[in-house]
């Protein structure tokens, strides 16, 4: 049984996209010209934020998804990343950006980003929506980063809580009413 809890908006809906936005300007002219890009989405959180992204990136990209799994329905991190899903194509030779939704210990990034990286892109990059730096036990930050934020219990616009709240069009934030 969960513990009853309102959810604070934090990030409107509208800010995200103003931010995405800007991110896109600047992920094109990184990758302008490049017509071997693949945008990995990291499942789950990713899907939402993956979804405005691509649709802001004027750039012939593939998509593809690699879900990695360190929380499970927890609320602390395990610090064991796990690969539960690998992506579908070989990306030896070709560009990618990697796409998470949050950056917390630093573990699930890092990790996923070290395993293809040895697969060999001729470039990779990586951009988070959130990070929450005060968190970090490892020492890693994106390339791209949407917001900074404190240390709050997030949800919304992909991320769960309990896997609830996926679908919530803004970020919030979870305050307990009990
Ligand atoms: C969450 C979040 C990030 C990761 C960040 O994923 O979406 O992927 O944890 O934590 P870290 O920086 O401490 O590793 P989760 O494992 O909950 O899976 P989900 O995306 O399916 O919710
Ligand atoms: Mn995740
Ligand atoms: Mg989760």
Redesign the pocket.
Known sequence: TQRPYVIDEMISAKAIAARIEALSREIHDEFDGTDKLIVVG?????FVFIADLVRELDLPIEVDFL??????DAQQ?S?E?RILKDLRNAIGGRDVLLV????????????VLALLRSRKPARLKSIALLD?PS???VDLRADWIGFEIPDEFVVGY???FA?RN?NLPFIGKVRFTA
């Open positions: 990291l499942l789950r959180g990713s879900e990695a799994s360190s929380y499970g991190s610090r990343v998470e939704d949050i950056v917390d210990t630093g573990h699930t990034l890092t990790h929450k968190r970090r036990e992909g991320i769960d896997q996926r």
